[in-house]
C-alpha cells in the first residue's frame, strides 16, 4: 500500500515537469515554424525580421530585470550597443570575423555593460533607477560619440565584412544566412531562459521583486542576487546587438540611444512583463505594427501607434499575452462548468 501511494505521489510530482516541457518544447516548435513561414512568404523581408529577433534580445534582456526581478531601467540600451560595438570593433579593428566569435565578443562585453551599470543603477530604487539607467545609456552614447578613432564616432562604424558560417555560408545581401542565424540563436537563449527563471535562482529574483524586505530579512543576498541577474541581462542584450552588427554589418549611435531603451520598455509592457513568450510576441507586434503604419502613414504613424499603446494598456494591463491566457482560462472554466 505504501509503495503505491509513494508511486502515485512521484508520477503527481513529475506531472507539472512534463506539462513545462511540453510547452516549451511547444514554443520551441512555434519559433521555428513561424520563423520557416515567415521566410518562406517574405523572403525581401529578411532584413527586418533579423531586426526583430535581434531587438527580441534585448526585450528579453528587459524582462530579466524589470518583469522578473523588478528593477525599472530605461538603459538597456547600453548593454545592447556595447555588445554591436564590441563584435563591430573586433571585426573592423582586429580582424574577428569569425559570426560565432563576434557573437561571444557582444556577449562578453554585454556582460561587463551590465556588471558596471548595475552599480550604478542597483544604488537607488524606484524613480531614482530610471534616472540613473537615463544617465547610463546617455553616457555611454557621448562616450561612442567622442571615441571616434574606435567607434566612427556619428558616422558609424563600418567596414565590417563578417566571414562565412562554418566557413560555408556566406552572408548575403538578401539575409538569408543572418535569419537563419538568428533564428537559431533565438532559440537557445529562450530555451536557456526558461530553465533560468525556473531554478532557484530565477525563483529568488521572483521572490525580490515582490518583496525585498521579507526576502533580505530571511538572509538572502538582495543586491548581489540582482547584480548576476544584470549581468545576465547584458549578456543577453550584447548577444542581440552582436547580432545586428553581423547581420548589417554597421553599428551607428542609434544602438546607444535612449529611444530604444524607451522603445524596448513600450514592446515589453505591450506583450507582457514577467514572460518570456510576451517579450517575443510584442516585440514582433511592435516592430511589424510600427513598419506597416509607418510605410502608409509615414507623418501620423506615432499618433497610431500611441493609440494602440493606449489600448493596450488600458484594456489589457498584462500585456498582449496576459490577454490571451485570461480569455483562454475563462474559456476553459466556462467549459468545465
Not at 148 to 160: P, V
Not at 222 to 239: D, N, W
Not at 249 to 255: E, F, G, P, R
Request: proline letters at 3%; aromatic letters at 8%.
Amino acid at each position: 500500500m505504501t509503495d503505491v501511494t509513494l508511486n502515485l505521489a512521484g508520477t503527481r510530482s513529475l506531472r507539472p515537469l512534463r506539462q513545462t516541457l511540453a510547452v516549451d518544447a511547444a514554443a520551441v516548435i512555434a519559433i521555428i515554424g513561424v520563423s520557416a513561414l515567415l521566410f518562406v512568404l517574405f523572403p525581401g523581408s529578411l532584413a527586418l525580421l533579423t531586426r526583430i529577433v535581434a531587438l527580441m534580445l534585448l526585450v528579453l534582456a528587459l524582462d530579466l530585470v524589470t518583469g522578473f526581478a523588478g528593477v525599472g531601467t530605461l538603459g538597456h540600451a547600453a548593454l545592447f550597443g556595447a555588445g554591436a560595438y564590441a563584435a563591430g570593433i573586433g571585426a573592423a579593428r582586429f580582424g574577428i570575423t569569425d559570426p560565432l566569435a563576434m557573437l561571444g565578443l557582444g556577449a562578453a562585453a554585454g556582460a561587463a555593460a551590465g556588471a558596471l551599470s548595475s552599480v550604478v543603477i542597483l544604488r537607488a530604487h524606484g524613480l531614482g533607477q530610471l534616472v540613473l539607467s537615463i544617465a547610463v545609456v546617455q553616457l555611454a552614447h557621448e562616450a561612442a560619440n567622442k571615441f571616434s578613432a574606435w567607434t566612427g564616432g556619428s558616422d558609424g562604424l563600418a567596414g565590417i565584412v563578417p566571414a562565412r558560417l562554418f566557413g560555408l555560408y556566406r552572408f548575403d545581401l538578401w539575409g538569408r544566412t543572418s535569419f537563419m542565424l538568428a533564428v537559431a540563436v533565438l532559440v537557445v537563449v529562450f530555451v536557456a531562459l526558461r530553465v533560468l527563471v525556473r531554478s532557484p535562482f530565477g525563483m529568488l529574483c521572483r521572490a525580490i521583486r515582490q518583496d525585498p524586505v521579507r526576502v533580505k530579512a530571511m538572509g538572502a543576498p538582495v543586491y548581489f542576487t540582482l547584480v548576476k541577474m544584470y549581468i545576465i541581462s547584458g549578456a543577453v542584450a550584447g548577444l542581440g546587438g552582436a547580432l545586428s552588427t553581423v547581420a548589417t554589418k554597421v553599428v551607428a549611435l542609434d544602438s546607444l540611444s535612449f529611444n530604444l531603451s524607451a522603445e524596448a520598455l513600450v514592446m515589453l509592457v505591450l506583450g507582457g512583463a514577467g514572460n518570456l513568450f510576451g517579450a517575443m510576441v510584442g516585440t514582433l507586434v511592435f516592430v511589424w505594427f510600427e513598419d506597416l503604419v509607418s510605410a502608409i502613414n509615414p507623418f501620423h504613424w506615432l499618433t497610431v501607434v500611441g493609440l494602440l499603446l493606449i489600448c493596450v494598456v488600458l484594456f489589457a494591463p498584462r500585456g498582449l499575452t496576459g490577454a490571451v491566457a485570461g480569455l483562454w482560462m475563462s474559456r476553459v472554466r466556462g467549459g468545465r462548468s
